[in-house]
Nanobody, 121 residues
């Protein structure tokens, strides 16, 4: 079992920044690639970021590329999502995820509970 707990969500104005955190516990953190997904009301859950076990490789879709950056701190068992130049369409519940190879398959083994991000315009 892996437990993932997100934090850092909140209300921010368009053009602003927010940093999400996800703390992992229960299994060896380095075993998994990590990622972030988001889901807005009425929308499908959308992939927004993934990072390799070592943190040396990252992946972002075009919708957030250049604005969002995923990173991980092995000592803290924590993955981050730095979100800059936020837009109203970024409003969603953001979910932390762990999987065997999220950079390749988007196959999620464990989900966090989600944290709300609301961008006002």
């Amino acid at each position: 079992q892996v437990q993932l707990v997100e934090s850092g969500g909140g209300l921010v104005q368009a053009g602003g920044s927010l940093r999400l955190s996800c703390v992992a516990s229960g299994r060896t953190f380095s075993t998994y690639t990590m990622g972030w997904f988001r889901q807005a009301p009425g929308n499908e859950r959308e992939f927004v970021a993934a990072i390799s076990r070592s943190g040396s490789s990252t992946l972002h879709p075009d919708s957030v590329k250049g604005r969002f950056t995923i990173s991980r701190d092995m000592a803290k068992n924590t993955v981050y999502l730095q979100m800059n130049n936020l837009k109203s369409e970024d409003t969603a519940v953001y979910y932390c995820a762990a999987g065997t190879s999220l950079l390749s398959t988007r196959r999620v083994d464990y989900w966090g509970q989600g944290t709300q991000v609301t961008v006002s315009s």
